[in-house]
Every structure is written in C-alpha cells, then in structure tokens.
C-alpha cells in the first residue's frame, strides 16, 4: 500500500467507480450492510475464483460444497454459539451510543494506563458520559421459520459457513469415497448483529466468508496446521500483497475461540492498525463430537489400515471476501506524478483485476468508432472488457488506471491502414504495436501466461 492510501480516499473510489454503495442509500442506508456495484461484484468474483482454483481445483485432497444458510437451530446448540457467540456490550447514560466494552478498552485515557492494580474507569468515548455495566449481547440474527412466529420456529441466519461442513461431514466422505486426509471449501454469506459494525467493509453484518474445513487424523494436527498456515501465508503473497503489509500472528490462550486449540491470524496492516484478515484454527474434534451428541449419529472415520474408529481433527482456515477485498484495494492503490499531473492507480494482480481490457478509439471520429467496436466485438468472449470514447484519450487512460484495468487497446488512424492496434500496459505505460490478428494471443500470453 502507498503512502497516499486512506480508507477515506478508498471509500470515495468505491463510490465514484461504481464498487462498492451503501445499501439502500436512497433510504439513508442501514449500518453494516453494503452493496457491490458493477466493478466491485468482478473484483469480488476474482478474489473467489482465485482462492477457489488454489484451495480445490489445484488440490487433490479438497472438494466443495454450497450449504443452506438457515439450519436446523439444534446446530448452533452443539457448536456452542447459542451459548457463546455473544460479545459485552454498554451504553453510554447520557448520548445513549453503545460500544462494545472489549474494545473501549483501548479508550481507557493515557493516565489510566499502567496501573495495573487500579481498574480503569471506561467513558463515552463520544461525549464522555457514564457508561451502564456490560451485557452480553448474542450475535446471531434471529428469523422464524413458517407462519407461525412462536418459539418453535426461531431459526438463525448463520454465523459462519463452517457448520455446514460438518453436519456433511458423513454425506461427503461416502459420496466422495474420501479418504483422510481431505477437505471441504465452501464460499458463503454469514451474517453478525455486529454492535459496532465499520472501517468500511472490515467488520459488517451480512458478509462472505471462504472456509476450509480439513479433517486429518489426530496426532497429524498440528502438523497439517502448519502445512495450512504456510499455504494461505503464500496465497496472499502470490496475489501481490505487499510482504511487509502482511503477517501471522499466533493468538494468545486467552484470545482463542471456544472451539480451539491454537490459532494463527494472518494480518493486514490497515489504516486502523493490523487487522485479521483469515483465522486458521485447529479446530480438534469439537464439532463432529459436539454434532454427533446432539444428532445421535456417528460422526467417525473407519481408517482401514489400523482398523480403528477415529473422530478427525479439523484445522480450518477461514477468510472474509469484504476484507479481503478491501485490503486488495487499499494494498494497489496508487499515485504518482505523470507530466505535472497526478495519476491515481490500482495497481491490482491481473488475475483480479475486474476488467482486464478497456478499448479505446483515438476519439469519436466516425472512421474509428466502428473498428474499434470490431476489436471490442472480438475480445469480449475471452475477458472482461470496457469500451470508452467520452473524452480525452489521456483522460480516459487515467480512468482504467484508477480501476486497475491491466491493459488498453487503442485504435488510431494508423489501424485503418495497417490493420494494428497499440497496447498500454497499466504500471509501466509502455506501448506496443501489435496486428489485430494477433491481438487476442497477445493478450492471453500477458494475462494468463503459462
Ligand atoms: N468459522 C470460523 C470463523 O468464523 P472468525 O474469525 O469469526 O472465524 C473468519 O471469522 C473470518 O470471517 C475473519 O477472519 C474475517 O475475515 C471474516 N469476518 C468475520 N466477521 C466479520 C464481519 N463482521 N465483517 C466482515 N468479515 C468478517
């Protein structure tokens, strides 16, 4: 990420280019939830493909799934979110705003700091108003299946996406004929009554996560930890973000999840400080022992070699879409001086880049127009692309470079006669000449080279 990156001019690029709005703004929004515009659903798309090509195309040890977002609710009873899922929330007397009381303890004023014995006394961080004692606050939103709103038909909207890789754990391993280890991916919404959603889209109440579950055999736990740790480490790095924007954290004991043993955070260097992008846990065999309690099913692997009944261990890497996406962007953006202007840039991996080819005729000319709709004609099956003719051709550069657009394709009064056209590639703005004919392999070896 350069210098010049803030969540307010990324916020405004959202918004101007047509990434990310508010959802239901035209009624003064709703917080937390957020709607992908046209550049913004490619972007997100491309985050999906590329985490889905590495974790189960290119693997022979995973396989997908697409599960229901409301399930049983006996489910969240035996993975414990009924009854944990809850963060302390307070309110403040006077402005009536509420917090959440975990992290207004990074509020506590200078003086109260360092002195361990004293308890610190938390106010309004807004008005400095005294604050009511925490409640515990579930997050889960709350619906009711059916006509009837009594308590018999109160069902949630899931929290995570990984439960419904465990409740398949049996369904998958026999119709896949899997043997351990192996590993399930699924890309989902999961939905949080967040008390205090923002950052943009870091911390919202409806969002996508991208989840492995990979079950091994116990005693190859941590080991396969390990393996996935270096794996997601290595992903993001292979995507362009900036190493030294990047970490992995191991939490603390008293920073972990009621279902683990021990977890790695990989870390993106925001504006507002490191902040998680991916949790990947070891899970153990709490949820296929919880599940298999409450359902009454045997939720086992029979391993042939050793002729034992074993419950897998579970590590699980799990990521957010929005955050990822949002560290993507704010990571590739971009400025710097071209002749006395400022050129604002994404400088974005090709392979998520959500346009890959904008074509563009020197101007409006009549002469123009039509070959370069033929070019546009001619590229549109292969990749995403953007056809523009309002304004300046230099202007209309700055406008690709600023969503990122990896490549230009400019027909001038020379195609007319030579049949070529120029491309401008978006970092280094150099330019080549290339025959129409060969456009479309041109671009393929600079997308997708081999
Ligand atoms: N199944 C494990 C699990 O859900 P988590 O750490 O609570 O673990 C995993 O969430 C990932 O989901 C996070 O690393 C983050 O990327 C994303 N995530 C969680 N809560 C979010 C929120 N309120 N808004 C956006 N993304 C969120």
């Known amino acids: 990420m350069s210098t010049e990156a803030t969540v307010e001019k990324i916020v405004s690029l959202c918004k101007r280019r047509g990434f990310v709005f508010q959802s239901s703004e035209i009624y ?133 996406t990984a439960q419904g890789m465990f409740v398949n754990f049996s369904n998958v391993l026999q119709t896949m004929r899997r043997k351990l280890p192996f590993g399930m991916a699924q890309i989902g919404k999961a939905f949080r009554n967040e008390i205090t959603p923002g950052n943009f889209i870091f911390r919202d109440r409806e969002f996508e996560q991208m989840e492995i579950e990979y079950f091994v055999k116990p005693g190859t736990d941590e080991e396969w930890h390990q393996h996935w740790v270096e794996e997601r480490h290595r992903w993001y790095l292979n995507l362009g973000l900036s190493p030294e924007r990047l970490r992995v954290r191991r939490l603390d004991r008293e920073e972990l999840a009621h279902y683990a043993k021990d977890t790695y955070e990989v870390e993106y260097l925001f504006p507002m400080g490191w902040s998680e992008l991916e949790g990947i846990a070891n899970r153990t065999d709490f949820d296929l022992g919880r599940h298999a309690e409450f359902s009454g099913r045997v939720l086992e692997y029979f391993d042939e070699e050793t002729g034992e009944h074993v419950v897998p261990y579970v590590i699980e890497p799990s990521s957010g879409v929005d955050r990822l996406f949002m560290a993507f962007l704010m990571d590739s953006y971009d400025e710097e001086e071209v ?71 400019t027909i001038d009064f020379d195609t007319l006669t030579d049949q070529a056209v120029t491309i401008r590639e978006r970092d280094s703005m150099e330019q080549v000449r290339v025959p129409i004919a060969n456009l479309v392999a ?6 997708e080279p081999a």
């Open 28 to 160: 003064g929004g709703i917080g937390g939830f957020w709607d992908y515009g046209p550049l913004g659903v490619e972007l997100k798309n491309n985050i999906k493909r590329a985490w889905w090509k590495a974790v189960v195309q290119e693997r022979d040890d995973m396989v997908g799934l697409d599960a229901a977002i409301v399930m049983n609710p006996t489910v969240w009873k035996a993975s414990g979110h009924l009854d944990t899922f809850a963060d302390p929330m307070v309110d403040c007397k006077e402005c009536k705003r509420r917090f959440r009381a975990d992290e207004l303890a990074h509020h506590v004023p200078a003086s109260a700091h360092g002195h361990a014995a004293e308890a610190p006394v938390v106010r309004c961080p807004e008005c400095g108003g005294e604050l009511t004692e925490p409640r515990m606050f579930n997050l889960m939103f709350k619906t009711y299946v059916g006509p009837v709103e009594d308590d018999a038909s109160v069902a949630y909207l899931r929290p995570e």
């Open 442 to 447: 041109a671009l393929r070896e600079k997308l």
């Open 339 to 409: 002749r006395g202007e400022t050129r604002a840039i994404l400088r974005l991996h090709k392979d998520l880049a959500p346009t890959k080819v904008a074509v563009l005729p020197l101007s409006r000319n009549e002469q123009l127009v039509p070959p370069a709709r033929e070019v546009w004609a001619l590229l549109r099956p292969h990749w995403m692309t953007q056809f523009d003719d309002a304004q300046s051709i230099g202007r209309r550069y700055r406008r690709q470079d600023e969503v990122g657009t990896p490549y230009c394709v």
